[in-house]
C-alpha cells in the first residue's frame, strides 16, 4: 500500500520533533524536506492548493522508544489520511477515507479495514508512555554559523 494510516500513541500527543526545536530549527528541516522532494508529495506527487506539501515525521516503536526515522513531504490531503483520527476530529474524517482509497485504487472496504487495523495498533501502543527519540536529527542544524 503506497499511503497508509500512521496514528500517534495518546501518550505522545503533542510531542514531536516541531515541539522539541527551536521555530528557527523546524523552520531549516521542514524548508529542507520541502525542497529534498521538489515541493510534491512523496506518495501521490501531488501539491496542495493552499501550500504545495508539509513535513511529516515518520517514527519506528520498539521498547518504549519512540524513534524519529524520517521526514518526509506529503501534500495536505496525504498528511491528513496519515493523522485520519485527527481529521475525523476536525469533520474531513470522509475525505481522508476518499483519498485513501484513490491513492491505493483500493475499495471503500479494504480501505475501512485498514483504518481498522491502523487503530487497533494505535489502542496498543496507547499502553506505553513512550520515550521519544529525535538523534536522527543532526546537531547544529538551524544554528547560526
Not at 500527543?13 to 515541539?19: I, K, Q, V
Not at 496525504?78 to 481529521?87: E, F, Q, T
Request: net charge neutral; hydrophobic share 35%; proline share 3%.
Amino acid at each position: 500500500m503506497k499511503l497508509e494510516v500512521e496514528l500517534i500513541p495518546r501518550t505522545s500527543f503533542f510531542t514531536n520533533l516541531r515541539s522539541k526545536l527551536s521555530k528557527e530549527k523546524w523552520d531549516v528541516l521542514r524548508k529542507k524536506c520541502y525542497s529534498d522532494a521538489g515541493y510534491r508529495c512523496e506518495i501521490c506527487s501531488g501539491k496542495g492548493n493552499e501550500w504545495p506539501v508539509e513535513c511529516h515525521e515518520v517514527w519506528s516503536y520498539e521498547k518504549g522508544i519512540q524513534k524519529l526515522v524520517r521526514l518526509i513531504a506529503l501534500c495536505p490531503d496525504c498528511h491528513m489520511v496519515k493523522h485520519i483520527g485527527l481529521a475525523g476530529l476536525r469533520g474531513s474524517g470522509d475525505k481522508a477515507l476518499r483519498h485513501l482509497m484513490a491513492v491505493n485504487g483500493i475499495s471503500k472496504q479494504d480501505a475501512e479495514s485498514h483504518i481498522s487495523d491502523a487503530f487497533g495498533v494505535w489502542s496498543d501502543r496507547n499502553e506505553t508512555n513512550w520515550e521519544l527519540d529525535i538523534s536522527f536529527i543532526t546537531p547544529g542544524i538551524g544554528d547560526e554559523s
